[in-house]
C-alpha cells in the first residue's frame, strides 16, 4: 500500500460554506505528515471524514486501502485517534476509559492487563489512572487522549493538535511519542496549527486553507514552491571588498552586502553552496568564522502560501 | 498487542459497560434512587404515621406488595426514564464525548443498542431493589401477603412502562442533542396526558382518546355498583402504559371483570351536585392488550426513529 490516505475531490460543505473544497490528501505510509493549517481551514472537518464522523458532500476517501463507507467501523480498529482537545467521558476513571475502548477495539484481556499500565506510564499518568477524569487537568486529558489513540497499535496514528493545552515539557514528550511511534513502522498523521511542531516532526506537510490544499509535499519540496532568495549568512575575519568582490563573481549569486563583520550573500539556487562560497571568501583574503544557510522556514513558506492564496481569492 | 476479531457481543458488552458506569455515577441519578427510597419508606410508613397522629389504626394489608406499583406509579416511573437517559446520547453530543466514542470501531447500531440497553438493566437492577424492599416492608407493616408469585411481573410491567417514558425521552435527546429538550420535551406530554387529559377528559367525556397516549391513560371503575351521588364506586383502573403491571395482576387476579368509564357532569355540578355519568363499559382483558399494544408501538415507533437519526448524525461537535 503506497498510500495510507487517499481523497479524491473530498468535500463538505455546511450550508453556504464549503469547509473542504475538493481536497486530494495523499498520506504515503511510514511518514510523520502534518496538515498544517490556520484556525478553521478545514483540517478538523478533513479528519472526521476520514474516521467516518462526517459524510462528505462529495468525493472519496480511502484509508488504509479501504474505501470508507458511512457507518462502516472495520477500517477503524485499524486506525488511532485522538480529536482535538479530546473530550473524554468524566464519570470514569482513566483506566477504566482505556480498558472499555480497548474492548470495542477487541484488545485481549491479558493484552490490556500487561498494556493499559504501560501506556499509562508513557504519557505519565501511572499514578493518576485510578482516578475520575473529572479531576484531570487539560494536559492530562490530552495525555490520556494520546494513550487511547495507541492503544490498538494502530497502523495509522491521526493526531488532532496533541500539543494544544499541554506546557512545553509536554510538547516535547508528545514530538518524542510521535517519533517513537513513527520508528515502530507506524504513519502518523499530524493535524497542527503549530508551524514549529511541525517543522521539527513531519517528513511530509499538506498545507491547506479555507478548505483549499495549498500545497502538499516533503518539507524542501513545499519551501522550493516558494520563490524567493535564500539568503546565507557568513561571518568574516579580514572583511574586504576583494572578498567581496569575489562572492560577487560566483554565478549563483544575486546580491551580497555587509553588516558589520557579517558578509550577506543572496543566491538563486537551493542547493548547497556553503563550500563555493568559503572558497571564494578564503580566494578573497578573509577568514571564515562561520556560516550559515537563511533559506524561507516554513512560517515563512505558510505565510507567503497563505498571502497569496488570499491575493487570488480576491481577484476571482 | 494483539487485536482480535471482537465479536459483536463484546463490543455490545463494552458499550452497556460505559453507559452503566455513567448511569450509577450520575449525581441525578443517586438522588433519584434515595428520593424514590424515600418515597416507598412513606408508603410503607403512612398508615403508622396516620395512626400516630389519632387516625384509624393500621389493618393488615394482604393486598399492599401486589398493589404498590414497585412503590414508584407514574410519576416515578417518567422520573426515572429520565434520569437514567436525558443524557444518553444528547449528553454526547453537548460533552463532544460522541467523537472518541465513535472513532472506535463499533457501529452506531451497537453503540445505540448497547446504551438502551444499559439503561434497561440499570431499571431492572434498580427496581428489583425497590420491589424487595416493597416485599419486606409490605410483610413487616401490613403482615403477610397474598399472591407474591406475581411480584416479578409487577416488576416487569413497572419496567416496560418505564421503557415506553425512556424511548420518548431518547427521541427527543437524539433528533434535538439536546438534554434540555430531552427533558422538558417529555415532561410537557406528561403534564398533557395526565392531568390536562385527565381533567379535559373527565369533562367533556372523551377520555377514551386517552387510551391511545402513553402514561396514566384514561381511568375507569372496575366491579363497583352504581355511582354515588359524589363518586363511582369499585376499583379505580387506569388505561394507560404506566399501569401495565397493576392490570396484569388485576386480569390474572380477576380476568372477568368490566372496568365502567364516566363523565362528570358539569351542568349538575353548576347547582351544586356534581354527578357521574356512565359512558361505556369494556372488559379487563381488553384493557390489558391495548395498553400493551399501545406500549409497543410507542416503544417502537420511538427507537426507530431514534436509532435512525442517530445511524445518520453527522458528528459536527
Known amino acids: 500500500m503506497r498510500f495510507v490516505i487517499e481523497t479524491a475531490d473530498l468535500t463538505k460543505k455546511y450550508g453556504p460554506l464549503v469547509a473542504v473544497d475538493k481536497l486530494d490528501l495523499k498520506v504515503k505510509t511510514d511518514t510523520i505528515h502534518g496538515f498544517l493549517g490556520p484556525n478553521g481551514a478545514g483540517k478538523t472537518t478533513t479528519i472526521k471524514m476520514l474516521i467516518g464522523l462526517l459524510k462528505p458532500d462529495g468525493g472519496s476517501v480511502s484509508v488504509l486501502g479501504q474505501e470508507l463507507g458511512w457507518d462502516k467501523p472495520d477500517v477503524r480498529s485499524r486506525i488511532g485517534y485522538m480529536p482535538e482537545l479530546p473530550k473524554l467521558p468524566k464519570h470514569l476513571k482513566g483506566r477504566e476509559l482505556i480498558d472499555i475502548y480497548g474492548r470495542m477495539y477487541g484488545v485481549t484481556k491479558e493484552e490490556r492487563k500487561k498494556q493499559i499500565p504501560k501506556l499509562l506510564d508513557m504519557v505519565g499518568l501511572k499514578e493518576r489512572g485510578i482516578d475520575l477524569i473529572i479531576t484531570y487537568s487539560k494536559g492530562m486529558k490530552q495525555r490520556l487522549g494520546i494513550a487511547q489513540a495507541l492503544l490498538n497499535e494502530p497502523e495509522l496514528v491521526i493526531l488532532d493538535e496533541p500539543s494544544l493545552g499541554l506546557d512545553p515539557v509536554g510538547m516535547v514528550e508528545v514530538r518524542e511519542i510521535m517519533h517513537e511511534i513513527a520508528k515502530e513502522g507506524v504513519t502518523v498523521f499530524l493535524s497542527s496549527h503549530l508551524l514549529h511542531e511541525v517543522e521539527q516532526v513531519c517528513t511530509h506537510v499538506t498545507i491547506i486553507n479555507k478548505g483549499v490544499e495549498l500545497a502538499s509535499g516533503t518539507l524542501k519540496q513545499i519551501s522550493a514552491k516558494v520563490k524567493g532568495p535564500v539568503t546565507i549568512e557568513a561571518e568574516v575575519d579580514k572583511l574586504s571588498k576583494a572578498v567581496i568582490k569575489k562572492v560577487e563573481k560566483l554565478s549563483f549569486v544575486t546580491g551580497v552586502s555587509k553588516d558589520g563583520k557579517k558578509l550577506l550573500v543572496e543566491v538563486k539556487t537551493r542547493d548547497d553552496v556553503r563550500s563555493q562560497i568559503s572558497q571564494a571568501i578564503t580566494a578573497g583574503g578573509g577568514i571564515v568564522i562561520s556560516m550559515d544557510s537563511k533559506g524561507k522556514s516554513l512560517e515563512d513558506v505558510f505565510m507567503d502560501l497563505l498571502v497569496k492564496h488570499k491575493r487570488k481569492k480576491r481577484s476571482q | ?317
Open chain 2, 1 to 317: 498487542m494483539s487485536v482480535s476479531h471482537t465479536s459483536w457481543t463484546a463490543k455490545f458488552l463494552a458499550v452497556v459497560r460505559y453507559e452503566i458506569l455513567w448511569n450509577i455515577r450520575k449525581k441525578k441519578f443517586l438522588g433519584m434512587l434515595i428520593l424514590a427510597f424515600a418515597l416507598s419508606t412513606l408508603s410503607l410508613a403512612l398508615g403508622h404515621i396516620v395512626s400516630a397522629l389519632g387516625g384509624p389504626s393500621v389493618e393488615p394489608n394482604p393486598d399492599f406488595v401486589i398493589g404498590s406499583n414497585v412503590g414508584l406509579g407514574g410519576f416515578g416511573f417518567f422520573l426515572f426514564a429520565i434520569v437514567t437517559v436525558m443524557n444518553t446520547v444528547s449528553g454526547e453530543f453537548e460533552s463532544g464525548t460522541i467523537v472518541p466514542l465513535l472513532a472506535k470501531p463499533v457501529s452506531r447500531t451497537t453503540v445505540f443498542f448497547g446504551k438502551l440497553f444499559a439503561a434497561f438493566l440499570t431499571l431492572l437492577v434498580t427496581y428489583c431493589f425497590l420491589m424487595i424492599y416493597m416485599t419486606i416492608g409490605g410483610f413487616v407493616v401490613y403482615g403477610p401477603q397474598n399472591n407474591l408469585h406475581l411480584v416479578p411481573l409487577s416488576l416487569l410491567g413497572a419496567l416496560f412502562s418505564t421503557l415506553i417514558w425512556i424511548s420518548i425521552v431518547l427521541f427527543f435527546g437524539t433528533l434535538s442533542r439536546s438534554s434540555l429538550i430531552a427533558a422538558l420535551a417529555p415532561l410537557g406530554i406528561w403534564l398533557g396526558t395526565t392531568i390536562i387529559g385527565q381533567i379535559v377528559g373527565a369533562l367533556a367525556g372523551q377520555g377514551w382518546i386517552l387510551t391511545y397516549i402513553p402514561g396514566t391513560g384514561n381511568s375507569g371503575f372496575a366491579n363497583g355498583g352504581p355511582p354515588s351521588q359524589f363518586a363511582p364506586t369499585g376499583t379505580a383502573v387506569s388505561t394507560g402504559t404506566d399501569s401495565i403491571g397493576p392490570n396484569l395482576i388485576s386480569y390474572i387476579l380477576h380476568p372477568s371483570r368490566e372496568v365502567t368509564f364516566y363523565k362528570i357532569n358539569i351542568e349538575e355540578m353548576a347547582h351544586g351536585q356534581p354527578s357521574w355519568v356512565a359512558l361505556y363499559s369494556e372488559p379487563l382483558s381488553n384493557i390489558v392488550l391495548m395498553s400493551i399494544a399501545v406500549a409497543l408501538v410507542y416503544f417502537i415507533v420511538f427507537v426507530a426513529i431514534s436509532w435512525y437519526a442517530f445511524r445518520r448524525a453527522q458528528i459536527t461537535e
